[in-house]
């Protein structure tokens, strides 16, 4: 079985700080772990995603999440945030025998200006 | 990236009456398809797995006989809520997979909000 841990429900960050969202999980398989946002009322758009290689990955928008393996761990970080930021960001873990995600509670971030 | 479209986007229904969702991938094709429960505030719970041209695996605790799915093509797939009452009023998210490896994204549809009352 797998579980993920959100551990902040809501952040609030100002407008061009630095923000950092954490997530922890646990598995007795190996994982792939993935970053999705959520806008209002909108289905989840893949940030970005730890399959193998390199433990830190960034997307194209100024995001990065780094996968430690010993500390079961893949915050995400963005050193200087934007108003359009402010939405809901799930962890999620897939295992590698299956292909189903299951997702931590998710944070919601606040970028106030 | 793929594109997959749900709809409708809201719908209210009355108490008791069944109400169809639709979840498509529009330029790829889908041999897994999940489907998706969301309380307001709250995180996904994965309710189903489709496979193309076979029945749903579905998670504990969810009624297969209520919410009923169907993945007749590899661009299609349905979740009828049966009977509906205030109760399965939620958001529902649907996501496609190309193929199997898990080097293949699963892209999400924009979600269908029910409201039943």
């Known amino acids: 079985a797998q579980s993920v841990t959100q551990l902040d429900s809501q952040v609030p960050v100002f407008e061009e700080a630095p923000v950092e969202l954490r997530c922890n999980y646990s598995s007795s398989v190996s994982v792939y772990l993935f970053w999705y946002v959520q806008y209002p009322n909108q289905g989840l758009q893949l940030l970005l995603k730890?399959?193998?290689?390199?433990?830190l990955v960034e997307s194209i928008n100024g995001f990065e999440a780094e996968f430690n393996k010993s500390q079961t761990s893949f915050h995400l970080r963005k050193p200087s945030v934007h108003i359009s930021d402010t939405a809901e960001y799930f962890c999620?873990?897939?295992?590698?025998?299956?292909?189903?995600?299951?997702f931590g509670g998710g944070t919601r971030v606040l970028v106030k200006p | 990236g793929a594109v997959v479209s749900q709809h409708p986007s809201w719908v209210i229904c009355k108490s008791g009456t069944s109400v169809k969702i639709e979840c498509r991938s529009l330029d790829f094709q889908a041999t897994t398809m999940f489907w998706y429960r969301q309380f307001p505030k709250q995180s996904l719970m994965l309710m189903a797995t489709?496979?193309?041209?076979?029945?749903?695996?579905?998670e504990q605790g969810v009624e297969k006989d209520k919410f009923l799915i169907n993945h007749a093509s590899l661009t299609l797939s349905t979740l009828t809520v049966t009977s509906a009452h205030p109760e399965d009023s939620s958001f529902y998210i649907c996501s496609a997979r190309q193929g199997a490896g898990m080097n293949t994204e699963a892209f999400f549809g924009q979600g269908t909000r029910l409201t039943v009352v």
């Open positions: 999620a873990v897939s295992g590698a025998a299956g292909n189903k995600l299951t």
């Open positions: 489709s496979n193309e041209g076979s029945k749903a695996t579905y």
């Open positions: 730890y399959l193998s290689g390199s433990t």
